[in-house]
């Protein structure tokens, strides 16, 4: 569900979008959806490379939210915030588990493997990326990816 929206008005303006999901794997699909939505807002078609890539690291994110962070009950947001000064996008995913912490480095994972790939997707993507506690509970992963493809090279 869609909670707020934002769009520049000036170049440089900073733009954001958030909203909150069902901790479901259709969740996670309407997450991908608004990010898609939002990028075309903001000036980037869907399927520019641009706005792929948030949609992808947005889908990385919740999967490991509805996987790892899901707790009965309770919702993940996400929030995407556009500043077109610094050339970034920011997708940032939050979920209420406190205790399942995404490790500091992407792990690797085995070639043959059908998951455990998603951070290591997301540190290939994105310029930066972390997480913070939220308080009282859970924690946001965050990651910054380039408006321009040879940002990340």
Known sequence: MLTGMTTPGDEGELASSCGQFASSPRGAQLARRLAVR???????????????TVALVVGELAANAVQHGRVPGRDF?????????AG??????????????????????????????????????AVRWGWAPRHPVGKTVWAEVPLEASARL
């Open 38 to 52: 939002c990028m075309e807002e903001w000036g980037h078609p869907p399927a520019s490379d641009v706005s792929c």
């Open 88 to 125: 970034l996008v920011r997708v940032e995913v939050a979920d209420a588990a406190s205790a399942k912490r995404p490790p500091t480095v992407p792990p690797t994972s085995c070639p043959e493997g059908e998951s455990g790939r998603g951070l290591l997707l997301v540190d290939v993507l």
């Open 77 to 85: 947001g996400l929030r995407l915030s556009l500043d077109a000064t």
